[in-house]
């Protein structure tokens, strides 16, 4: 009874983990791509039911040949690198569940999964390389000491990524799984944005586990982008009740369908192409994949028998006397023609300049103020929404409601900001966002109204944009603001794709 007690248990627990996982784990995503010398693979997370003849392209072409398996079928289905931050900035409450997860994660391994371990300060050191053995593995969890140091957690993974992951070696599915308390850099050793930009050319998923001490939300908040730049899950250990809840968001991975794409010989050219694979509910995936190289060589053809002629007699030649070399004179028209050339190149030449010159001056736009009548009218359709807000009780079903897009136009727009509600696509809201845009329920108070949802305060969020990038803020909402399906703390970088929770609301954003 008390066994079957505790399965219960756990069933229940990982159905409410399920339901409140840091990502949206149920949406389908290419997580990592390897390039051999005649295929390409692709990982999928959450692919559903895929089949060899599905439609796959590269560039406008489609693949000549697929292959679909499943990873726990491969001979060795994953290597998981764990990165251990042991310096003394970990709480030491949090040791102990440290110790607990990776302990799980050893005995929880499929059959022939690689694991390493390393620990970091300014470098990496690795305890154990990728192994299936679960004496080396424990041993060299038990190794692991808390020391007094400083950790750089920005030139580790840009070191490893460069190094290591950059060209890989193997057709293996990789990933990273980082516990530490925040991203932190030198101040002369590789910055974050610089490590965002390699993480956008290797594609491996980097799953985080943050530690809060808390002063450290930004470094936090940096290290969970990471994870959201990878499409993976992170997780902050201090809301996480049980560390096996982590595990199991791990193990999902074990879904993952590798298909073997075999490329029309044209197009093993070894540059850069756009692979569409399209899914069996219609859902289209996209990755810049790196075609194989090969060089079709003709084979040599035999050369032709050489046909031998009979040669001829040799007839004697006329004994001539030489004729004196007859001397030319120049014409005396020869010095005007090329004055005369000279003369017309520079009169072409004077001739491009001119026409280049009137052509690059270009008129001014001229741009039509709106009419302030028109903006009243936009204002006024919002209609009034001094109500207060509702405090989150019960998920309530949204599907079935009629919304309406609506789009905002302004003055000097360098990029458009959406947001679509997920549960009801027809309510889509688009404004032009030049520095910031405030999200709320009140109409007169904020550039986008969502007026439908109570639960939304009236001023509930910023979006800005710095230097082609852009974040979001909190304005002290009655119900909070979470990013992929995690609370932000603090302004937080979002990107095009990720998901915004508002209340009940889950909008998706996205950048035009």
């Known amino acids: 009874m008390n066994r079957i007690r505790k399965v219960f248990w756990g069933i229940l627990a990982g159905c409410l983990f399920l339901g409140m996982t840091a990502y949206a784990g149920g949406q389908a995503a290419i997580l990592e791509t390897y390039t051999g ?77 690689e694991i390493s371990i390393a620990v970091f300060s300014e470098k990496a050191e690795v305890l154990t390389e990728p192994v299936s053995d679960y004496g080396i593995l424990k041993k060299a969890i038990d190794s692991i000491t808390w020391q007094d140091q ?89 809301e996480v009740e049980d560390v096996m809840d982590i595990t199991d968001s791990l193990n999902q991975d074990r879904g993952i369908t590798r298909l073997t794409v075999t490329p029309k010989q044209e197009l093993m050219d070894g540059a850069v192409k756009t692979l569409k694979i399209t899914l069996a509910d219609g859902t289209a995936l996209t990755a810049e994949i790196r075609m194989p190289q090969q060089v079709s060589v003709p084979e040599p053809q035999p050369d032709p028998e050489p046909v031998t002629e009979p040669k001829p007699e040799p007839e004697p030649e006329p004994m001539t006397e030489p004729e004196p070399a007859a001397t030319e004179k120049e014409p ?131 979006i800005s944009v710095r230097e082609g990038k852009f974040y979001i803020k909190d304005l002290q909402s009655s119900n909070g603001t979470y990013v992929n399906g995690s609370k932000i703390l603090a302004e937080t970088e979002i990107f095009s794709g990720n998901t915004v929770k508002l209340g009940r609301l889950e909008m998706r954003f996205e950048v035009r």
């Not at 693979?41 to 089949?51: H, P, R």
């Not at 959406?418 to 329920?441: C, E, M, W, Y």
């Open 37 to 113: 010398e005649s295929d390409v693979s692709i990982y999928v997370k959450n692919a559903g039911a895929v089949s060899e003849d599905a439609n796959i392209q590269i560039a406008t072409t489609e693949a000549a040949k697929v292959k679909v398996q499943s990873i726990s079928e491969l001979d060795v289905p994953m290597q998981t690198l764990v990165l251990v931050d042991n310096s003394l900035s970990i709480p030491s409450a949090d040791r102990d569940r440290i110790a607990q997860l990776l302990q799980n994660l050893i005995s929880d391994r499929l059959n022939q999964e």
């Open 332 to 462: 005396a028209y020869l010095p005007f023609l090329i004055i005369g050339f000279i003369v017309a190149v520079i009169i072409a030449i004077t001739i491009v300049m001119f026409l280049l010159i009137r052509k690059n001056k270009k008129k001014e736009p001229e741009f039509e103020s709106i009419d302030d009548s028109l903006l009243k009218e936009l204002q006024s359709s919002f209609g009034n929404a001094d109500e207060k807000t509702e405090i989150m009780g019960a998920f309530q079903d949204r599907s079935s409601d009629d919304g309406k897009t609506v789009m905002i136009w302004n003055q000097n727009v360098t990029c458009q900001l959406v947001l679509t509600d997920i549960h009801s696509p027809a309510k889509s809201f688009q404004v032009p966002l030049n520095q910031s845009v405030i999200i709320g329920r009140k109409s007169g108070m904020c550039d986008i109204a969502l007026e439908y949802e109570k639960s939304v305060s009236g001023k509930h969020c910023e």
């Open 150 to 238: 400083e950790t750089y957690l920005t030139d580790v993974l840009y070191d490893l990524l460069s190094e290591k992951y950059r060209q890989g070696t193997e057709d293996v599915y990789r990933r990273i799984l980082i516990i530490s308390d925040g991203v932190d850099n030198k101040s002369l050793g590789y910055t974050k944005d610089e490590l965002y930009a390699l993480l956008k050319e290797i594609r491996i998923p980097i799953y985080t586990i943050g530690c809060e001490n808390k002063k450290n939300n930004e470094e936090l908040e940096n290290m969970f982008s990471i994870s959201r730049m990878t499409g993976v899950d992170y997780f902050l250990l201090e």
